[in-house]
């Protein structure tokens, strides 16, 4: 009952450094997410994959880059990591586009930049 | 532009007593409503939908959500609160306008119950 796993759990950076986030999922899900989680914001969406081979940008894209790998595994990176990016990052996965279907989450990684 | 609402931060009940997170909304054409929970170093969790149908509609762990289409609200609501009851819960619409792909998550309201 894996469902969503996310690598790193917690991760402290320096200004300047890159850093890729890890994301898989094992219910066969064709769509995947990445979000951010800030105090007082909810989630907001950074990048999505509708299905493998393809990549869209959210609401907040900018400083982030996306890896669609396979059907399995949805990696995020940061080139140059700013404070403005500590965050709690979520990946999370969806059967499809289709909007009645819930999207499934990972635990999050805890990102610091000093 | 679509978005979502959940006007207060906080509510605090006692354990025991029904209690209600309250939740409205802004869309273009049919809304497709979810709620989630989120536990402390946890991942958000599926609770309940709305898609079309009953406008009450059962989730998990014993909590349900009224879908009032004339004043845009989704509140999440449970007869007899517990203490494990005690999270940060999300509601949520789908962005129909980028093909559903796009979920709006409001800024969350977290739910205390106390024993």
């Known amino acids: 009952n894996a469902g969503v796993t996310q690598t790193p759990k917690f991760q402290v950076l320096k200004t300047g450094q890159s850093m890729t986030l890890q994301c898989a999922q094992d219910?066969?899900?064709?769509?995947m997410y990445w979000y951010r989680q800030d105090p007082g914001m909810g989630l907001r969406l950074i990048y999505y994959?509708?299905?493998?081979?393809?990549?869209d940008k959210g609401e907040v894209p900018n400083g982030y880059n996306v890896s669609r790998l396979n059907k399995r595994e949805f990696s995020l990176r940061l080139e140059s990591a700013a404070p403005s990016q500590t965050s709690v990052y979520f990946c999370?996965?969806?059967?499809?586009?289709?909007?009645?279907?819930?999207?499934?989450f990972g635990d999050g990684t805890r990102l610091s930049i000093l | 532009a679509q978005s979502v609402a959940q006007p207060e931060d906080q509510v605090n009940v006692a354990e025991g007593n029904p209690l209600t997170v309250k939740c409205t909304y802004s869309?273009?054409?049919?809304?497709?409503l979810f709620w989630y929970v989120q536990y402390p170093n946890r991942g958000l969790q599926f609770l309940l939908k709305?898609?079309?149908?009953?406008?009450l509609v059962k989730g998990s762990y014993g909590f349900e959500a009224e879908f009032n289409k004339s004043q845009t609200s989704f509140h999440l609501k449970k007869p007899s609160a517990l203490v494990s009851d005690s999270a940060l819960y999300f509601c949520a619409v789908r962005d129909m306008n980028t093909g559903g792909f796009k979920t709006i998550f409001g800024a969350g309201t977290r739910l205390f119950v106390k024993a």
């Open positions: 999370a996965s969806s059967a499809s586009g289709a909007s009645n279907q819930p999207q499934h």
């Open positions: 219910m066969n899900h064709n769509s």
């Open positions: 869309v273009s054409g049919n809304p497709y």
């Open positions: 994959s509708a299905s493998e081979g393809t990549t």
């Open positions: 709305y898609i079309t149908g009953d406008n």
